[in-house]
């Protein structure tokens, strides 16, 4: 089956980074945008996993992973180069509500990082499922380009109307309108 696409509320979501290199510290460049609440253990920390963890306040232990550290955490991000520890805290995982991402496998994967667009409150995510990572950060760039820096403002308007008219038929067609009147005059 493949993953559903979701958006989540993670503010108060305790999340755990198992490792320390150049792919945690890309999986915690993003993470922090969305949480605090993140511990990182690993064995080694690079200068900039290390830098991300000071600047945001993340706790660190720097030693390796220890059976039963996973306890406590929503989710669990395993991006080691120790791949048996990937399928290891997987399995120790199953059984709990503990949310598993592995970044060696999609076997042992509750959910996948996808690739993603954020311009103000417009989110656009691209996943190809695994299939092709790369593919997914070209898409990435291709939307990145077309989204006029417009669309901030816009959703900012939009959001504000819809705080001031009562919900009903009449304001879903008026929404619509407004919306279709925007594509028109901003994707060619
Ligand atoms: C399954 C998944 C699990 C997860 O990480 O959640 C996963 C797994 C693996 N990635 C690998 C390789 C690469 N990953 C990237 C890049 C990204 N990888 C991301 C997500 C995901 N990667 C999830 C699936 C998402 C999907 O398919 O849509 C992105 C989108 C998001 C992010 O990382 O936040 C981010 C782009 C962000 C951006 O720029 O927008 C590049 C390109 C590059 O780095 O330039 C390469 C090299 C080229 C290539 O392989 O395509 C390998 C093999 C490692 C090896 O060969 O050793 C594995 C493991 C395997 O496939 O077995
Ligand atoms: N999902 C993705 O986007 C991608 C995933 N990968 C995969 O990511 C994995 C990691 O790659 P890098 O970050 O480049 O490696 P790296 O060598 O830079 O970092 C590995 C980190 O894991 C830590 N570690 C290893 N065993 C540990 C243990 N038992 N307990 C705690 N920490 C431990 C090390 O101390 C180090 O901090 C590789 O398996 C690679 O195949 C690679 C490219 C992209």
Same mark, same amino acid.
């Given at each position: 089956m493949s993953f559903f696409p979701m958006f989540m509320d993670m503010q108060d979501l305790k999340v755990l980074v198992v490792g320390g290199g150049n792919i945690a510290t890309e999986k915690l460049e993003k993470l922090v945008d969305f949480t605090k609440e993140i511990t990182v253990i690993a064995s080694e920390v690079s200068v900039e996993a290390n830098r991300l963890i000071k600047e945001h306040c993340l706790t660190l232990y720097q030693r390796a992973y220890r059976r039963g *550290?996973?306890?406590?955490?929503?989710i669990v991000i395993v991006a080691t180069d120790t791949v048996e520890l990937h399928k290891a805290i997987y399995e120790e995982s199953r059984g709990s509500r503990i949310l598993v991402n592995s970044?060696?496998?999609? *076997?042992?994967?509750d959910f996948i990082f996808p690739s993603y667009v954020k311009k103000n409150d417009l989110t656009i995510a691209f996943s190809t499922g695994g299939a092709s990572p790369a593919f997914a950060k070209h898409i990435r760039r291709h939307f990145e380009k077309i989204i006029p820096d417009s669309v901030g403002p816009f959703l900012k308007k939009m959001k504000a109307l819809r705080a001031t008219m009562p919900k009903g038929p009449e304001r879903m067609r008026y929404f619509d309108e407004l919306v279709e009147k925007y594509f028109k005059e901003n994707f060619k």
């Open positions: *550290d996973i306890e406590g955490f929503d970044v060696d496998n999609t *076997d042992y994967c």
